[in-house]
């Protein structure tokens, strides 16, 4: 379906022709083609000339340029004028207050091209004293852009979840005969997030909208209907709501959750097979008699396919999967036996050993890890050989007093900036499981960062490279690396990866997941625990494993603690050679 395509490339071009200061007939010609296009129900690719015409709005010449889009993907007219016109004006045309004049003027007087410089003038008030522009117009201008950037900000998955799953809690508690369900990016345990879709069904709509657009979370009702309201709370994230009819809830969950590409491909299957498939159900075209859309497996059902768990639902090759049989069986938080990469009060760590063993025990773990930091770590107390050995003798008399449990005794060891390790072999020879990580040198060169991580790789003694790309999710972009030497290297060596669960890093993300599961590499999701609420975070280490498509046989500490040791040993002894 080509029509959102061209309404945006329409309206683009009429943004464009405005900035460049054209005919306003003209200018209202294209928005005014843009939006009856977009409303559209049929493909307009594959509309004749003639029928084109037929359109409000569509004359000869905008017909022509349809025909020539469908069989192109070009419009010569919007290529041009993006040509004569910096790209980065169509952006300061949207910050609030700023209309193509000014940004015409902009441009022409102090040559700025993009939001950035715009910004950059506005604070060193140098635009006061332009043609039109007040002191008070500056201030508004730097305030439109705040404001621009807060709505284009997606929003780390951890932050939104439990404002989503609140939500629905409480709209349960307001209008308990309703059902609910959170949609969208969330659903799908994307990584960062838009805006927060949820979904209602029930007897009373208005009730369910009223109940909505009164929660304690909301701070402004940007809209409220019947069948869908919308707010903002005080994060900043925008929660819409959608009200439908129950036999349509299952449609609509499938609809909501997206992908929008994965939708698309459902619904290009459909019409193959004589039915449509929207919000509201599931069609035959025929006689337009509807076959399902209570539940959300009758859209997958109606196309003789296997249920596609939301996980999975980005296009990436899931559909196909399914005609054939071979969607993964995807790993499930119960099947966790222990989480190998938690932190105590040794170094900066809120507990102690007996407190985050018991919490462990209560989750149903078998096993922990202890990896505290280690000494190149100051500023998290980080263990000396001493301490270690220290921590090991306590470690030994616990697992003594313990039933079905076992401690396993571990180190996150810092991999300083040349590549050494932060402890001796010697010592890491007798931890059963050596986790590695970078904390320092975030900024050096790709080539230095990828050798840092690819000596841990080879150390024969480094069981797992934790948190391999070090970002922090909208605070800290990922260090320069060479993830597919690294993971070359990891799969030649044995080495295992980390899916670091804490909802900031999600590190590997779902591609490096899918790229060390392609190398056959061993992959291990733990939590970083520091406290122990952290040990809850292993649900979204799961999320991301299962986004990367991982089965139980992927995941080392879904295993018993003896196959885990003799696997981790084995490592050891592959890598010596
Ligand atoms: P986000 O919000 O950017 O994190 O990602 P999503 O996937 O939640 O996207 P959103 O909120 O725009 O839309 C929610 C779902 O609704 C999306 O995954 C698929 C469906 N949807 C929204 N707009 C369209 C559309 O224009 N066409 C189709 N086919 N589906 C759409
Ligand atoms: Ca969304
Ligand atoms: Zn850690």
Redesign the pocket.
């Known amino acids: 379906m080509k029509n959102?395509q061209i309404a945006k490339i329409f309206n683009e071009i009429a943004d464009l022709l405005e900035l460049k200061g054209e005919n306003p007939f003209r200018i209202r010609a294209y928005r005014r083609a843009a939006m009856n296009v977009e409303g559209m129900p049929k493909d307009l690719a594959a509309l004749s000339e003639e029928e084109l015409t037929a359109i409000p709005g569509i004359g000869k010449d905008l017909a022509g340029k349809i025909r020539h889009f469908a069989e192109t993907g070009r419009m010569d007219l919007h290529d041009e004028l993006k040509k004569e016109i910096p790209e980065g004006l169509l952006t300061i045309l949207r910050v609030p207050g700023v209309g193509p004049k000014t940004a015409r003027m902009l441009y022409e007087k102090v040559n700025v091209r993009s939001l950035e410089e715009l910004e950059g003038l506005a604070k060193e008030k140098k635009l006061a004293g332009l043609p039109g522009i007040q002191e008070k117009t500056e201030e508004n201008i730097l305030k439109g852009i705040l404001l621009l950037k807060r709505v284009s900000e997606?929003f780390p998955l951890g932050k939104v979840l439990p404002i989503a799953r609140d939500i629905v809690l409480r709209l349960h508690e307001a209008v308990p005969s309703g059902k609910y369900a959170v949609?969208?990016?969330?659903r799908?345990w994307?990584d960062?997030?838009?805006?927060i879709?949820v979904l209602g069904t029930g007897k009373n709509p208005d009730a369910i909208m009223k109940a909505f657009t009164r929660l304690p979370i909301v701070q402004e009702v940007l809209e409220h209907g019947t069948t869908k309201s919308s707010v903002r709370t005080a994060e900043g994230v925008q929660v819409d709501l959608r009200v439908v009819e129950p036999d349509s809830f299952g449609a609509a969950l499938q609809?909501?959750?997206?992908?929008?590409a994965h939708?698309?491909k459902l619904?290009e299957m459909a019409s193959r097979r004589g039915l449509k498939i929207n919000e509201y159900g599931i069609f035959r075209e025929s006689d337009g008699k509807k076959i399902g859309g209570r539940d959300e497996g009758d859209v997958y059902s109606a196309l003789g396919l296997p249920f596609v768990p939301p996980e999975l639902r980005e296009d990436m090759g899931e559909i196909e999967a399914a005609q054939e049989g071979k969607l993964p069986a995807l790993l499930t938080l119960a099947e966790i036996r222990g989480d190998l990469h938690v932190h105590t009060n040794w170094s900066d760590g809120s507990h102690d050993l007996d407190t985050i063993v018991a919490a462990a025990k209560e989750k149903g773990y078998r096993y922990i890890a202890i990896t505290d930091h280690s000494k190149g770590l100051g500023v998290a107390h980080g263990l000396d050989e001493k301490r270690v050995r220290e921590q090991i003798n306590l470690i030994d008399g616990a697992n003594r007093k313990l039933k079905d449990f076992r401690i396993l005794k571990g180190t996150e060891v810092d991999i300083r900036g040349d590549g050494s390790m932060d402890l001796p072999d010697e010592l890491l020879k007798e931890l059963d499981v050596v986790v590695a990580s970078i904390h320092s040198g975030f900024r050096q060169s790709r080539e230095q960062i990828t050798m840092r991580l690819l000596s841990a790789v080879r150390n024969p003694y480094v069981s797992v490279i934790a948190h391999p790309t070090g970002r922090l999710i909208g605070v800290r972009d990922p260090y320069e690396v060479d993830m597919e030497a690294v993971l070359d290297e990891a799969a030649r060596c044995g080495a295992a990866v980390e899916i670091n669960a804490y909802p900031m890093r999600l590190d590997l993300n779902d591609t490096h997941v899918k790229m060390a599961k392609q190398r056959g590499i061993p992959i291990v999701i733990s939590t970083d625990t520091h406290i122990r609420s952290n040990l809850d975070y292993m649900e979204y280490g799961v999320e991301i494993a299962r986004r990367g498509w991982l089965e139980r046989g992927d995941v080392l500490n879904t295993l018993g603690v003896s196959t885990l040791m003799e696997r981790l040993q084995r490592t050891r002894k592959q890598k010596r050679g």
């Open positions: 959102p997606r949609a969208g990016s969330i799908r994307k960062t997030i838009q805006d879709d609809y909501f959750t997206g992908s929008k939708n698309i619904r």
